[in-house]
């Protein structure tokens, strides 16, 4: 089966850095299951939020560039966030990514504060630039 990016989630890519627009779009055609866009490109207030909630853990987070997604798995009619899911989410970023030659970090990998639904540029190959 064949997925494709609903309307809210195409909207809320917008504001995010072309490659990481790629990556997404290609990734849905290939993963096994369904997902939606999150949450993309993010306000200081929103991330302040975020870190008050205990939801992130920096104010110098990839969203408030453009350098990071946040994915939600859909099972049948529900968003679900049962780990298993995010690693076949993963495991289609990471081709996708690999295929079109972008580097990309998933945060299901790190150690500290593993967190399944993000994706990010990596800061290494994509300094603090805006778009």
């Given at each position: ?5 609903g ?6 890519l ?5 490659h990481?627009?790629?990556i ?34 920096t104010?110098?987070s ?13 099972v ?11 690693h ?7 081709t ?15 150690v ?7 994706f990010?540029l990596?800061?290494?190959?994509y300094?603090?630039?805006v778009h």
């Amino acid at each position: 089966m064949s997925f494709r990016l609903g309307s809210r989630s195409r909207h809320r890519l917008e504001g995010l850095h072309p490659h990481l627009v790629q990556i997404v779009k290609h990734a849905i055609t290939l993963s096994d299951i369904d997902f939606t866009v999150l949450e993309g490109l993010r306000s200081t207030r929103r991330q302040r939020q975020l870190v008050q909630q205990g939801a992130s853990q920096t104010l110098r987070s990839r969203h408030l560039t453009g350098h990071a997604v946040d994915l939600g798995a859909w099972v049948g009619d529900e968003l679900r966030w049962d780990w298993p899911l995010y690693h076949r989410i993963a495991d289609a970023m990471k081709t996708a990514a690999n295929e079109l030659g972008i580097p990309l970090e998933w945060g299901g990998d790190w150690v500290r504060f593993p967190d399944g639904p993000h994706f990010q540029l990596p800061w290494h190959a994509y300094p603090l630039e805006v778009h």
